[in-house]
Nanobody, 124 residues
Framework: QVQVEESGGGLVQAGGSLRLSCVASGRTFSRYATGWFRQGPGKEREFVAHISWSGGSTKYADSVKGRINIARGGAENTVYLKMNSLKPEETAVYYC?????????????????WGQGTQVTVSA
């Protein structure tokens, strides 16, 4: 079993920055990929970014390119999502998920372990 936990959400003004953290624990697989998704009020869950198990490959949604960076931290099972120039429409619950097969896809259905999410609220 794998546990995934996000942290770092909060309230920020438009144009501000936040850094979210994701820690995976338990029986993790060394070659798993990690993805970040978000779900705003009344919206579908959408892909934000993912990173391969080595950290050498990343992918971003077009809407966040140039403003958001995903990276693996010093601790092996930690992934960060640094978000800059945040917009009110990016208010959402942000979820971290791991893909034990290491596929690093944009499809939520292909991630097998999910955290509870962390709320990000961007005020105008």
């Amino acid at each position: 079993q794998v546990q995934v936990e996000e942290s770092g959400g909060g309230l920020v003004q438009a144009g501000g920055s936040l850094r979210l953290s994701c820690v995976a624990s338990g029986r993790t697989f060394s070659r798993y990929a990690t993805g970040w998704f978000r779900q705003g009020p009344g919206k579908e869950r959408e892909f934000v970014a993912h990173i391969s198990w080595s950290g050498g490959s990343t992918k971003y949604a077009d809407s966040v390119k140039g403003r958001i960076n995903i990276a693996r931290g010093g601790a092996e099972n930690t992934v960060y999502l640094k978000m800059n120039s945040l917009k009110p429409e990016e208010t959402a619950v942000y979820y971290c998920a791991t893909d034990s097969w290491g596929r690093a896809t944009i499809k939520p259905s292909e991630y097998d372990y999910w955290g509870q999410g962390t709320q990000v609220t961007v005020s105008a």
